[in-house]
């Protein structure tokens, strides 16, 4: 009887499908004497059988030509992590990389449903020659917690129309929430970040930070519906737009580091972002098209905009523009930025406020056109408020509004009751772009 009795309950436990085989713990890929020779292996674990507590796996030292595939595993959430890593801690020792032959196996690593898991200190590699298909990481389907720290992601240098090569992707179909993208190493590619999302289920909680970004030849970051997003401390490369923003909801835009050197630059392009967004204390350099166009995105009275302690240096031998304020955007503050530019060129613009938004406000800043462009330039509706500003011209045209120019602040001021405590004098920089040859500071304690 007692036999009987054990017989079933043993029956009943191997009935149990992997009852015993949930991972848990720290294991190793590749190397001597692994617990995994391949991700491939560890996937196919993962998959089957799910973890039951934090995992972490250990990557040796090498290089690892395969792909690294995960659907949703059983048992993670914030605290039942999975994490892939090099065991060295340093992200040049481990290489994972794979050649896609079309669209259809287009990734290194391609995560669908995926949630909590971290990838960290490893080089992720789309090898081969073609300039297509050359995606690093694929997005799929709905994740949540997911993040990439510490790595290189390295991609073809393409063309910017090139399909398929971007180094992070998701589409329109994907949804993320507390997407983590820091301390990465991003080269080449047709795009940096590229995160398209549902409009109508929107992502949330991404945050961007200290990434460098080289070499991409289409954009940088470019999200679209992805709500509360943070994009902060990024050095990012000239490409046809370094950051654009689309169909979202209160996006924040810190201490980054722009560089431009083509006519068709745009540092920063926002359209129909709404809410209290933030763009703050970010340095444009050498910028030639346009640092920052925010187009039809509005906030709502008590809860402003805010575009404050940014500096912007417009490249010497081109007709760029610093912030240029367009179509139906309101409730901005425009405040302690400093603008400035030497181009030979009657269409080169400091600060452009043609919305048609009656609710913005221009307020201590420096507008400072060496060239023969112009400092200020007012269209449409006319700014609630635009006073305690410096605006100098060493052209022709210190400011023009709805297409009129004026040669003297006077009477622009006569004609626009605006600016009547500001300055038209030149802040006589000693070096605009001081010791580092970089215009701006990254001091905190020297920005208001």
């Not at 560890?42 to 395969?66: H, I, K, M, P, Q």
């Not at 949630?115 to 949540?144: C, F, K, P, W, Y």
């Not at 933030?278 to 166009?293: D, H, K, L, P, Y």
Request: net charge negative; proline share 2%.
């Amino acid at each position: 009887m007692k036999r009987t009795a054990t017989l079933v309950v043993l029956l009943l436990f191997c009935g149990l499908p992997n009852a015993w085989a949930q991972l848990a713990g720290t294991y190793t890929i590749g190397g001597t004497s692994p617990d995994y020779a391949t991700f491939a292996a560890a996937a196919a674990d993962l998959d089957a059988n799910g973890v039951s507590g934090a995992v972490v796996f250990n990557v040796r030292t090498g290089t690892y030509t395969e792909q690294l595939t995960l659907g949703a595993v059983t048992g993670t959430s914030a605290t039942n992590t999975i994490t892939f890593q090099s065991e060295s801690g340093t992200a040049s020792d481990v290489t994972l990389q794979f050649t896609p032959t079309s669209s259809s196996d287009n990734w290194t690593v391609q995560l669908t449903d995926t949630d909590h898991v971290i990838i960290q200190n490893m080089t992720l590699l789309s090898g081969g020659s073609a300039t297509s298909n050359r995606r690093v990481v694929e997005l799929e389907g709905t994740l949540d917690g997911l993040s990439f720290l510490g790595n290189t992601l390295e991609g073809r240098a393409v063309a910017f129309a090139a399909s398929g090569a971007e180094l992070i992707y998701a589409d329109f179909n994907s949804r993320t929430t507390g997407l983590t993208i820091s301390g990465n190493t991003f080269v080449n590619g047709g795009y940096g970040v590229y995160l398209l999302g549902s409009t109508s289920n929107r992502s949330t909680g991404t945050v961007i930070a200290n990434n460098a970004f080289t070499g991409t030849t289409g954009i940088n970051i470019d999200l679209t519906a992805h709500d509360g997003a943070s994009m902060t401390g990024n050095t990012l490369a000239a490409s046809s737009r370094v950051i654009e923003l689309n169909t979202m909801d209160v996006a924040t835009l810190q201490q980054n580091t722009f560089t431009g050197a083509s006519t068709s630059t745009t540092g920063l392009f926002m359209s129909s972002v709404t809410g209290a967004y933030r763009i703050e204390r970010n340095r444009f350099q050498n910028v030639s098209g346009t640092a920052m166009q925010i187009s039809n995105s509005s906030a709502t009275s008590g809860s402003e905009a805010l575009i404050a302690n940014n500096v912007v240096t417009l490249g010497d031998g081109f007709s760029g523009t610093g912030i240029y304020l367009t179509g139906s955007t309101d409730h901005v503050q425009v405040l302690h930025n400093t603008l400035v530019s030497a181009a030979q060129s009657t269409g080169a613009y400091l600060m452009r406020a043609e919305s048609s938004g009656s609710s913005v406000v221009l307020r201590n800043n420096i507008f400072a056109h060496y060239g023969t462009g112009v400092p200020l330039s007012i269209g449409g509706t006319l700014p609630s408020v635009s006073d305690f500003n410096a605006v100098f011209a060493a052209g022709s045209v210190v400011a023009r509004v709805n297409n009129v120019n004026y040669s003297f602040f006077s009477d622009y001021q006569a004609a626009t009751s605006l600016d009547l405590q500001s300055q038209n004098v030149d802040p006589a920089f000693t070096d605009r772009d001081g010791a580092d040859n970089t215009a701006g500071t990254d001091d905190d304690n020297l920005i208001p």
